[in-house]
């Protein structure tokens, strides 16, 4: 069991910057790929951003491509989502999730691709 908590959620006015931070605890953190994904008010939840295990290689949904970029810190088993550039479509619970390496497997775009979620943090950007 991996467990997740997001933080670092909050209102911004668009064109501001916001740091997301997601912490797990309870297995071994290394050898999951990590992605962000966001569900706004009325929408369904969609894919933001993963990166690998390594931290080597990464993936954007196009919509926030340039803007957005994940990190993640193993010694310290958390991911990071650096968002500038912040709009009001962005407005939404942001999500951490993990997903089980395995050798040659993609990086998940989709939700049924990750096994275990946080709970979300709200971003709300203000026009």
């Known amino acids: 069991q991996v467990q997740l908590v997001e933080s670092g959620g909050g209102l911004v006015q668009a064109g501001g910057s916001l740091r997301l931070s997601c912490a797990a605890s309870g297995r071994t953190f290394s050898m999951y790929n990590m992605g962000w994904f966001r569900q706004a008010p009325g929408k369904e939840r969609e894919f933001v951003a993963v990166?690998?295990?390594?931290?080597?290689?990464?993936y954007y949904a196009d919509s926030v491509k340039g803007r957005f970029t994940i990190s993640r810190d193993n010694a310290k088993n958390t991911v990071y989502l650096q968002m500038n550039s912040l709009k009001p479509e962005d407005t939404a619970v942001y999500y951490c999730?993990?997903?089980?390496?395995?050798?040659?497997?993609?990086?998940?775009?989709?939700?049924?691709?990750?096994?275990?979620w946080g709970q979300g943090t709200q971003v709300t950007v203000s026009s």
């Open positions: 990166i690998s295990w390594s931290g080597s290689n990464t």
């Open positions: 999730a993990a997903q089980r390496f395995i050798t040659a497997q993609p990086l998940g775009v989709t939700r049924m691709e990750y096994d275990y």
